[in-house]
């Protein structure tokens, strides 16, 4: 995502090449065993472990669609592709971490056990907004993406927005969420409020 001139980096090219696939590698890996692991822990069915797997499999499928295609530059149609896949799955890997704020907050202040029980509201906000906001951004500038270095969508673009903007709400809200629950489960009067039983 650096946006300094490629020429610039010529002689460090190759070696960051062998650093990015490397530690992807073995990003990927822990990924995988990650996804597989809470997969299988079916005696601990929660939504905090359905919340953790996807956010694993969001950030395994980005770290494979870079892996695979970031440098597919040489097919037009395919670098679109890739970029717009890239974007849509970076945008689920944030989208899955404000989840993941939303349950502890929720959590945290609501009386009833939210753990168990559906997850449409989740998944909508998980995959479906990602997919919302990448799509509205193919629509409105389909040509915003690739470019003859590398599949993501160009830098000197206004369409780089559609990722930085959600992004960048998301790390806000992110720590609104915790800060609002570190003075919650810091302040002793909250605690008490949190242990009276329900009327």
């Not at 971490?97 to 929720?106: D, K, T």
């Not at 470019?147 to 927005?161: A, E, G, H, R």
């Not at 809200?173 to 002793?188: A, D, E, I, Q, S």
């Amino acid at each position: 995502m650096d946006s300094s001139q490629r020429e610039q980096l010529e002689g460090d090219l190759e070696t960051l090449a062998i650093v990015t696939y490397s530690s992807l590698s073995v990003s990927m890996a822990a990924l995988l065993l990650t996804v597989v692991v809470l997969s299988c822990l079916r005696g601990l069915k929660s939504n905090t472990r359905s919340i953790h797997s996807n956010m694993a499999a969001a950030t395994l499928l980005s770290h494979l669609t870079y892996l695979l295609g970031i440098n597919q530059t040489e097919q037009q149609f395919l670098c679109t592709v890739v970029a717009i896949l890239l974007h849509y799955f970076f945008m689920s890997a944030f989208a899955w971490l404000f989840v993941e704020a939303l349950h502890i907050y929720r959590m945290q202040t609501e009386a009833r056990n939210i753990n168990y029980g559906a997850m449409r509201f989740y998944y909508a906000i998980g995959w479906g907004v990602p997919a919302i906001i990448t799509g509205l951004a193919v629509g409105l500038d389909p040509e915003g993406y690739g470019n003859p270095d590398f599949c993501w969508i160009s830098m000197y673009d206004k369409l780089m927005w559609s990722f930085a903007g959600p992004v960048s709400v998301v790390i806000l809200m992110n720590g609104g969420m915790f800060l609002m629950v570190l003075r919650m489960t810091c302040n002793p009067t909250q605690k008490e409020i949190k242990k009276l039983p329900m009327m």
